[in-house]
C-alpha cells in the first residue's frame, strides 16, 4: 500500500491548483510599466541574399519607439552553440555564426531581419510591414542528400560544404563490424525516416527584457527549461553581460518537450533592446511564428543492417544517417545525433558488434535540436523497426527474438561505450505479456475482420540514457558545459523549508515530488517544504531540466545537501538531549537518543539552530543552511516493453490505435501517479509522430505545416485508454534515490510499437508490405496496400 506521505505515495501535484484555477505567473502574465513591445520581421525567403533593409518610412510611424537590423548588432556575439563534435578524421564540426538578426543572408524562412519596438504590438507590427527589403533569392537547399552533392548551393558561403560533420562511432568496430556482415547467416537491411516535429508546447516561447540604469542591471524574464544556462550562454558568448548584472527568471513555464531548452535570438534581443532604449521591452510568440523560430525535432534518414547467424543471434549492426542540423547549430543539436543516438544503438540486445555513421547536414530550414526523448526515440525506431522485420523474415516469433538477445546480465558495457548497471527486460516482457493479453489477441482480430477491418499487434522494447553524465566524461566528448544540479536547503527556525533546486519545473511535477524526498528524508508533512526554482538571484547554479534528469540529478543533489542538514541538527540535538551525536537517531520528526524513550522534536532543533542557548557556538555554528552539487558517475537506464493493437480500414488506410499496454522499468518510484501521468503524456506524444504528426518543406525551402490546420496534433479521440504499469523496478545502482527518469519514456517506446501494429495488420491481410514510414497518414498506408 502506498504510504500517506513522502517517496512512493501518489500524493497530488499542488502546483495544479494554481494552474486549475488560473493564477499561475506564466511569462507573458509579466507586464513591466512602461514597456515597449516587439515584433519581427522574419525572411519569408528561404535562402537570399540579404541586399538592404530600408527602414526610413516604418521609423515615421507612429508609436515606433525604434527599429533594429543585424548592422545593430556588429559588436555582438554570436547565438552559442553548446556542444562540439569531433568527426571520424579527428577534426572539429564546421561551426557557422548565428546572428541575432540577419547579416548577408537568410538562410530559413522565418529568420528575422528586423525588430520593430513600438508603444503597442499592433503599432509594432504596421511599422514591420512598411519595412523595404530587398533579397536576392537563391536556390534553397532543402533535401540532405542533395545537399552534400558536388555543386550544390551553400548555406552558408564562409563553410567548405554543407556538411556539418561526418561521425563514425565506434570507428574501431568498422573493420570488425563489415567483417561479421561477410560472414552472417543472414542480413536484414531497412531504409526509414525519423519525421521532423514541431513541439508545440501549450505556451509559446516569450521574453521580456528590462535594465536597471542606475545599477547597470539587466532582467530577462523567458520561458525556459534552465535559466541558468540562458545566462551563462548569453551574458558571456553574445551580449557580454557580467553573470553578476544578468538575472535570468524562467516563472511557470506551460511545456517544453525540449525546444525550451535552447538559447534563442528572442532572448538576446530583448535583453539588448532593453538597455538600448532605456525600458522594458516584451515578445509574445504567435503560434505561426513558434511554427518557424522554435527548433524543430527528430528529421533523421537512415539505412539500418542486422546481421544475425544460423542460430538467430545478433552479431552486428550498423547505420548509416543523414541528420539535418538546420541553417544554424541550435544550443545541443550536434549531440542530438550523436552521442544521444549512437550510444543507444545496443539497445536491449547483446549485439557484439555495432558501427554508427551519422552525416550532420545544413538546410535552409529551421534549426534541428533535442526534442522529447531527443536521439533516443531515433534509436529506438531504427533498432525496433530492424528487428521486428528480421523477425518476420525468419519466421520467427518477434518477442520470442527479442527475448533470445536479451542482455541478461549486469553491469554489462555495450560495444558504443556505455555500461548498463541494472534492468531485467525479461522481466518488463513478462509484465508486458500479463497486461496485453496476447492470448486473446486472435479472437480480437477475428473479430476485427469480422467488421471488415484488419486487425495488427506490435510489440518493442526500448532503453534509454537519462541524467547524461558524468561532467568530465561529456567535456570530453565536447560539452561546453557541466551536466551536474546543485540544490540548496534552507531550513527556518520554526522547522519549515525552502528547498532552491537548480532544476526547472515545466509540468513535470517536481514542486509536489521534490517535497516528498525531503518529507521522507526528515520525517515531516510535505506541507512544510517549499520549493523554489527558476530565477538564477534565489537558486544555485543548475543546469536545468531535459533528459529525464530532474529527480536522478536534481533530487540527488537535494538529498546529498539534506543529508548534510541532518548530520549538522543531530549535533545540535545530541546536546539538547546531552547524547553522543552516534546515538541520535532521526525518525518521523523526530530526534531520539538510541535505546531510550529521550526525543527532543524537529521543530525544537531547528528553533535551537537559530536561538543557540544550548550548545557551544565554538562547535556548531548557528544556523541551518546547506547547498550541495551532485554530479552522477553514469546514465541512468531505463527501459521497457510496449504493446501496441490497431485496426485498419482498408478501404481508406485510417488506421485507428485499439488498445496500447506499456511495462517500464523506471527504477525506485517517487509519485506513482505522476509517473503513470509523464507516460501518458510520452505516448501520446509518440503516437502523434507515428500517425499524426509531420513538419513538411517544400523544394523551395517554404514550410507547408506552419499552422496547426496543416500540422495535425492528436486529440483525445486518436488515443485508447492506456495501461501502464511500473511495477518492475530494479533501481539504479549509482544514484542515492535509485530512481532513473521517467519523463520520456513514452515518446520514446510508443513510435516502433504503432508502425510493427500496422505492418503486422497490412501483412496478416497478405500484403507484402514491410515498412511504411511515419507519419501513418491514411494515404501513405492506403497507398502501402496497393
Known amino acids: 500500500m502506498p504510504k500517506d506521505g513522502g517517496i512512493g505515495a501518489s500524493s497530488k501535484r499542488r502546483e495544479d491548483v494554481r494552474f486549475l484555477t488560473g493564477v499561475g505567473n506564466y511569462t507573458d502574465d509579466i507586464n513591466i510599466h512602461g514597456q515597449a513591445h516587439v515584433f519581427f520581421l522574419r525572411s519569408d525567403i528561404a535562402h537570399g541574399t540579404l541586399n538592404s533593409v530600408d527602414t526610413t518610412a516604418a521609423s515615421g510611424m507612429p508609436g515606433v519607439v525604434r527599429i533594429f537590423t543585424g548592422d ?63 533579397i536576392a533569392e537563391l536556390p534553397a537547399v532543402v533535401d540532405m542528400k542533395a545537399a552534400l552533392a558536388d555543386g550544390s548551393a551553400k548555406v552558408h558561403d564562409d563553410l567548405a560544404n554543407n556538411l556539418c560533420y561526418d561521425w563514425g562511432f565506434v570507428e574501431e568496430n568498422k573493420a570488425a563490424t563489415d567483417a561479421a556482415f561477410e560472414a552472417a547467416a543472414h542480413v536484414t537491411s531497412l531504409e526509414l525516416v525519423n519525421n521532423r516535429l514541431v513541439a508545440n508546447p501549450m505556451e509559446p516561447r516569450v521574453a521580456v527584457g528590462d535594465y536597471a540604469r542606475g545599477t547597470d542591471e539587466h532582467t530577462l524574464y523567458t520561458t525556459s527549461q534552465n535559466p541558468h544556462v540562458i545566462r551563462l550562454l548569453m551574458g558571456a558568448f553574445v551580449l557580454g553581460i557580467p553573470e553578476h548584472k544578468l538575472r535570468v527568471v524562467a516563472p511557470d513555464v506551460g511545456g517544453g518537450f ?125 533498432l525496433e523497426r530492424v528487428v521486428d522485420k528480421a523477425a518476420r523474415e525468419l519466421g520467427v516469433d518477434p518477442i520470442a527474438l527479442r527475448r533470445q538477445n536479451f542482455i541478461t546480465e549486469f553491469p554489462y558495457a555495450t560495444p558504443v561505450a556505455v555500461e548498463y548497471d541494472t534492468g531485467d527486460y525479461n522481466a ?125 540529478v536534481g533530487g540527488s543533489a537535494m538529498v546529498r545537501a539534506t543529508e ?60 541551518l543552511e546547506e547547498t550541495a552539487f551532485y554530479d552522477p558517475s553514469n546514465f541512468t537506464y531505463p527501459s521497457g516493453a510496449y504493446a501496441c493493437e490497431v485496426e485498419v480500414d482498408p478501404d481508406t488506410g485510417k488506421v485507428s490505435i485499439e488498445r496500447f499496454a506499456a511495462a517500464d522499468d523506471f527504477g525506485n518510484i517517487i509519485n506513482p501517479m505522476i509517473v503513470t501521468g509523464q507516460v501518458h503524456g510520452g505516448l501520446a506524444q509518440g503516437i502523434g509522430q507515428a500517425l499524426l504528426e509531420n513538419c513538411a518543406y517544400d523544394e523551395n525551402g517554404q514550410l507547408l505545416s506552419a499552422s496547426y490546420m496543416d500540422y495535425a496534433m492528436p486529440r483525445a479521440d486518436d488515443l485508447p485508454m492506456f495501461s501502464v504499469d511500473h ?44 515498412h511504411v514510414d511515419m507519419p501513418l497518414s491514411p494515404d501513405r498506408v492506403w497507398a502501402a496496400m496497393q
Open 428 to 552: 518488463t516482457m513478462d509484465k508486458l505479456e500479463e497486461m496485453g493479453d496476447f492470448a486473446g489477441f486472435a479472437t480480437r482480430r477475428a473479430e476485427s475482420e469480422a467488421k471488415g477491418k484488419l486487425r495488427g499487434l506490435g510489440v518493442n522494447c526500448y532503453i534509454e540514457a537519462c541524467g547524461i553524465a558524468p561532467s568530465n566524461l561529456v567535456g570530453q566528448l565536447g560539452a561546453r558545459a557541466g551536466l551536474y544540479e546543485s540544490a540548496t536547503v534552507r531550513v527556518n527556525a520554526t522547522g519549515g523549508l525552502v528547498v532552491m533546486t537548480g532544476s526547472h519545473s515545466h509540468g513535470q511535477g517536481h514542486e509536489t515530488s521534490f517535497a516528498q524526498v525531503v518529507a521522507d528524508m526528515i520525517g515531516i508533512d510535505e506541507s512544510m517544504i517549499e520549493i523554489v526554482h527558476g530565477d538564477t538571484s534565489k537558486v544555485p547554479m543548475g543546469m536545468g531540466t531535459y533528459g529525464s534528469r530532474s529527480i536522478a
Open 564 to 623: 548534510k542538514i541532518i548530520n549538522k541538527a543531530k549535533k545540535i540535538a545530541s546536546h539538547l538531549l546531552e547524547a553522543s551525536e552516534t546515538d541520535i537517531e532521526l525518525k518521523d520528526g523526530a530526534f531520539s537518543v538510541a535505546g531510550t524513550d529521550k526525543s527532543v522534536a524537529w521543530g525544537d532543533v531547528t528553533l535551537a539552530a537559530y536561538v543557540p542557548h544550548n550548545y557551544p557556538l565554538e562547535d556548531i555554528e548557528p544556523g
Open 727 to 770: 511495477s518492475c523496478q530494479t533501481p539504479c545502482t549509482h544514484n542515492p534515490l535509485g530512481v532513473k527518469g521517467c519523463g520520456e519514456a513514452g515518446a520514446i517506446g510508443s513510435p516502433p510499437a504503432v508502425v510493427n501494429a500496422v505492418v503486422d495488420a497490412l501483412q496478416s491481410a497478405g500484403k507484402d508490405v514491410t
Open 72 to 134: 545593430d548588432f556588429a559588436g555582438v556575439g554570436s547565438i552559442p552553440c553548446g556542444w562540439q563534435i569531433t568527426d571520424k578524421h579527428g577534426e572539429p564540426m564546421q561551426e557557422p555564426a548565428h546572428p541575432v538578426l540577419a547579416t548577408g543572408k537568410v538562410r530559413h524562412v522565418g529568420e528575422p531581419i528586423a525588430a520593430v519596438v513600438a508603444e503597442t504590438l499592433e503599432q509594432a507590427r504596421d511599422a514591420a510591414e512598411a519595412i523595404n527589403v530587398d
Open 258 to 382: 525540449g525546444t525550451k531548452i535552447f538559447h534563442y535570438q528572442e532572448e538576446a534581443f530583448c535583453t539588448f533592446a532593453a538597455k538600448a532604449c532605456n525600458r522594458a521591452v516584451k515578445w509574445t510568440s504567435s503560434r505561426t511564428e513558434a511554427f518557424m523560430s522554435d527548433a524543430h525535432g527528430r528529421d533523421h534518414v537512415t539505412k539500418i543492417e542486422l546481421a544475425l547467424d544460423a542460430d538467430n543471434n545478433f552479431t552486428a549492426l550498423r547505420t548509416e544517417t543523414h541528420a539535418n542540423m538546420g541553417a544554424y547549430l541550435s544550443t545541443f543539436a550536434p549531440s542530438v545525433p550523436t552521442w544521444l543516438h549512437g550510444t543507444l544503438m545496443a539497445g536491449n540486445y547483446k549485439t557484439p558488434l555495432i558501427y554508427v555513421n551519422v552525416k550532420a547536414v545544413f538546410t535552409n530550414t529551421v534549426p534541428v535540436d533535442a526534442y522529447r526523448g531527443a536521439g533516443r526515440p531515433e534509436a529506438t525506431f531504427q
